[in-house]
T-cell receptor
Framework: AQSVSQHNHHVILSEAASLELGCNYS??????LFWYVQYPGQHLQLLLK??????LVKGIKGFEAEFIKSKFSFNLRKPSVQWSDTAEYFC?????????????FGKGTKLSVKP | DTGVSQDPRHKITKRGQNVTFRCDPI?????LYWYRQTLGQGPEFLTY????????KSRLLSDRFSAERPKGSFSTLEIQRTEQGDSAMYLC????????????FGPGTRLTVT
């Protein structure tokens, strides 16, 4: 069965520290990849997406992610976090390049940024 | 705001009662999805529609769960004979289907079964 693994359950950083959140998926075919963010009290919002092409994708608020096909990974990065980045981050995969409807989510990583 | 809306936002019910949730997608989106999220977990797929056709159902969707999208616009999710294990956040999302798409999520309906 397809699955998504997020390695860190809770990450605590100080402002201005660099961030990298790991995401690995298990599916050998074409995939669409997403990172969603859920700020406290708000609904899931799309942070960035990868469909094809340049494996380094840039999203909103200075986030980026790199798709490494050989490692089945799609790690999220930000060079300098802010207190406002405190949120829960979910990696999601749509297997089959969009022909399958559902997203498969990881369990999420809670990020706490200390001011 | 023309995002995905869900109603109600919160529902408390007693075990054994039936509940129904509504989702209104973004108006031009032809795909609509239902997910369930419990504490400490990511959203889990339940079912999705393309227009009014229900194309896929997860094994998580027991016989007590039914979803409809009668006119290809809003959708309802009904849970019959609720159980305590049904307590969760029920999320709705919508998207276009053009080969490449992203899903936009609503605020969710939090169900508590007592």
């Amino acid at each position: 069965a397809q699955s998504v693994s997020q390695h860190n359950h809770h990450v605590i950083l100080s402002e201005a520290a660099s961030l990298e959140l790991g995401c690995n998926y298990s599916y050998g075919g074409t995939v669409n990849l997403f990172w969603y963010v859920q700020y406290p009290g708000q609904h899931l919002q799309l942070l960035l997406k990868y469909f094809s092409g340049d494996p380094l994708v840039k999203g909103i608020k200075g986030f980026e992610a790199e798709f490494i096909k050989s490692k089945f990974s799609f790690n999220l990065r930000k060079p300098s976090v802010q207190w406002s980045d405190t949120a829960e981050y979910f990696c999601a995969v749509n297997a089959g390049g969009g022909s399958q409807g559902n997203l498969i989510f990881g369990k999420g990583t809670k990020l706490s940024v200390k001011p | 705001d023309t995002g995905v809306s869900q109603d109600p936002r919160h529902k408390i019910t007693k075990r054994g009662q039936n509940v129904t949730f509504r989702c209104d997608p973004i108006s031009e989106h032809n795909r609509l999805y239902w997910y369930r999220q419990t504490l400490g977990q990511g959203p889990e797929f339940l079912t999705y529609f393309q227009n009014e056709a229900q194309l896929e159902k997860s094994r998580l969707l027991s016989d007590r769960f039914s979803a409809e999208r009668p006119k290809g616009s809003f959708s309802t999710l009904e849970i019959q004979r609720t159980e305590q294990g049904d307590s969760a956040m029920y999320l709705c999302a919508s998207s276009l289907y053009q080969g490449r798409y992203e899903q936009y999520f609503g605020p969710g309906t939090r169900l508590t079964v007592t």
